[in-house]
C-alpha cells in the first residue's frame, strides 16, 4: 500500500478501500477468464476471445454462425454464464447455451433464446432431452431486457433434479423420476455448448418472421462462465466416477427451499407462455407421466 502514505488520513482510507476492492476485482478476473474453460469450435473467425481472455462474442451472418464448447465434459454440477444476448432486430437467429452428450441416445439440457423483431421481447425456450429424447419444451418471456445488460442463467444439476435458474431464479424444475419410468439424464457426461445461428424458418412467430440480414452481423456476448461441477474423465481414470465426490458440493443435493418455490411460482404464474404439461392437443391419448408426478415442470 505505498501509494497510500502522502494523503489525508481521510483520503487514504478512501484509497486504500479503492485499492483494495479494485485488486479483488482483478483477482477474480483472473481467476474467470472464459478462454481457460472453452474453446471456440466453429464459425471462421465469427467467434472471438476479447479483453485477455475476459470476453467472448459470436456473431451470425448471412454465411455462417459461431459456437464454443467447454473443455472438460461434467458428470452433475451447477454452470453459469452471464450473457448478453443479440441487440435490435434479432428475428430469425437463435443463441443457445446448453449441456449435451454425443450419440444418438444423448443427454441435453437446453436454454435457448429465440430472436425478435425490435421492441417484441425474446422468447426464452428451455427443454430437456434423456437417451435421444425431448420434446419437454417450457417458454418463458423474461422480465427485463437481456439485450442491455449481462445475465446471468444457470443450470443446476444433480441426482434428483435439474434446476433452470436466471439470476439465481429458479424457473423450472425437471424431476428425477426413473422410479416411475421416466428416463433421466444420469449417467452421460456432457459438455457445455452455445452457438449462434439462423432460424429463421421456425425460431420467430414460428417462422413467420424472417432473418433481416441487412442488420447482420449479429452478435451475443459472454462472460464469467463458472462450473461447480465434477469434472469427467474416461475409465479407467478414477475421476470417471462422480458419485463418490458429490456429498462435498452444495449442488448434490439442491432443491427448492420456500423462498425458490415463492419465486418459481412467480416467474411461472407470470412469464411461462408455453408448458408443454399443459398441451392436451398435443398429447390426446393423455399427459407425459413426469407430467402428472411434478411441479415446475
Known amino acids: ?7 489525508s488520513a481521510e ?3 478512501v484509497l486504500c478501500v479503492l485499492v483494495m476492492i479494485s485488486s479483488l476485482m482483478a483477482a477474480a478476473s483472473a481467476g474467470n477468464l472464459i478462454n481457460k474453460e472453452v474453446d471456440i469450435t466453429w464459425g471462421d473467425n465469427r ?4 479483453g485477455g481472455g475476459q470476453l467472448l462474442t459470436l456473431s451470425l451472418d448471412k454465411y455462417s454462425g459461431s459456437g464454443f464448447q467447454s473443455k472438460q465434459q461434467y458428470l452433475f454440477g451447477r454452470v453459469d454464464m452471464q450473457i448478453k444476448l443479440v441487440a435490435g432486430d434479432s428475428a430469425g437467429t437463435v443463441t443457445t447455451y446448453y449441456l449435451s452428450s454425443q450419440g444418438p441416445e444423448h443427454d441435453e439440457i437446453d436454454f435457448e433464446f429465440l430472436g425478435n423483431s425490435s421492441g417484441n421481447p425474446y422468447t426464452l425456450h428451455t427443454n430437456v432431452y434423456s437417451q435421444g429424447k425431448g420434446h419437454r419444451e417450457v417458454q418463458f418471456r423474461l422480465w427485463f431486457d437481456p439485450t442491455k445488460n449481462f445475465h446471468t442463467y444457470s443450470i443446476l444439476w444433480n441426482q434428483n433434479r435439474i434446476i433452470f435458474l436466471v439470476d439465481n431464479i429458479p424457473i423450472r424444475v425437471y424431476n428425477n423420476l426413473e422410479s416411475h419410468g421416466v428416463a433421466f439424464p444420469s449417467n452421460q457426461p456432457m ?3 452455445s452457438s449462434l445461428w439462423n432460424a429463421d424458418d421456425w425460431a420467430t412467430r414460428g417462422g413467420l418472421v424472417k432473418t433481416d440480414w441487412t442488420q447482420a452481423p449479429f452478435t451475443a456476448s459472454y462472460r464469467n462462465f463458472k462450473a461447480d461441477a465434477c469434472i469427467w474423465s474416461p475409465p479407467p481414470s478414477s475421476s470417471s466416477s462422480c458419485s463418490s465426490k458429490l456429498q462435498d458440493k452444495s449442488w448434490s443435493n439442491q432443491g427448492l427451499d420456500a423462498s425458490g418455490r415463492n419465486r418459481i411460482r412467480w416467474v411461472q404464474s407470470k412469464y411461462m407462455v408455453y408448458n408443454y404439461c399443459t398441451d392436451l392437443k398435443r398429447f390426446p391419448q393423455g399427459l407425459p407421466l413426469e407430467c402428472r408426478r411434478s411441479r415446475f415442470l
Open 191 to 193: 459438455r457445455i455448448y
Open 1 to 7: 500500500m505505498s501509494g497510500c502514505k502522502l494523503v
Open 47 to 50: 467467434g472471438k476471445i476479447l
Open 11 to 13: 483520503t487514504k482510507v
